[in-house]
């Protein structure tokens, strides 16, 4: 049988048990004590879950060098993003614009406007190769940003 005084004894136990900072025999004791103690093994798992909860702020919580980064980034970022939107808006427009005009007359085109047209499909071309390469880079860059 156990005395009151050994719960006791157990409780004053588990925290150090949490943290694994009992002997062998100590962790045995508190261990087999849990196992018949339905009361005990509920503060153990009361203090289990807050030191869980504790855990988890820590992480939650990004250190105030990470939080700078992340500012930073953020304002160099969203002006560029918002430029490369308005880019891509205006040429997906243009060469709506311009395949409504080509389908309404057409006409064999002249040679101006072949010349054109290739140095058009040419910067569209260059255009997406850059804004594919840039999604490519955007896990590798966040990678990195953690890791510094
Ligand atoms: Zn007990």
């Known amino acids: 049988?156990?005395?009151p005084s050994q719960h006791e004894e157990i409780r004053q136990m588990l925290s150090a048990y949490l943290d694994g900072e009992l002997t062998q025999a100590g962790a045995q004791r508190v261990r087999i004590h849990l196992e018949d103690c339905e009361?005990?093994?509920r503060t153990y798992e009361e203090l289990a879950r807050l030191q869980e909860m504790t855990r988890e702020l820590a992480f939650a919580e990004p250190p105030e060098a990470r939080?700078?980064?992340l500012e930073k980034s953020l304002s160099v970022q969203a002006p560029r993003r918002l430029g490369w939107l308005f880019v891509m808006a205006g040429i997906v427009a243009w060469l709506i614009?311009?395949?409504i005009l080509y389908i309404r007359h057409?006409?064999?085109p002249t040679v101006e406007e072949m010349i054109g047209s290739a140095i058009?499909?040419?910067f569209v071309l260059l255009l997406a190769s850059v804004v594919v390469e840039r999604l490519r880079q955007l896990?590798?860059?966040r990678y990195r940003r953690v890791d510094k």
């Open 97 to 99: 614009y311009g395949a």
């Open 139 to 141: 896990p590798h860059d």
């Open 106 to 108: 057409w006409r064999p």
């Open 120 to 122: 058009v499909i040419g």
């Open 1 to 3: 049988m156990t005395t």
């Open 39 to 41: 009361e005990c093994r």
């Open 67 to 69: 939080m700078k980064e």
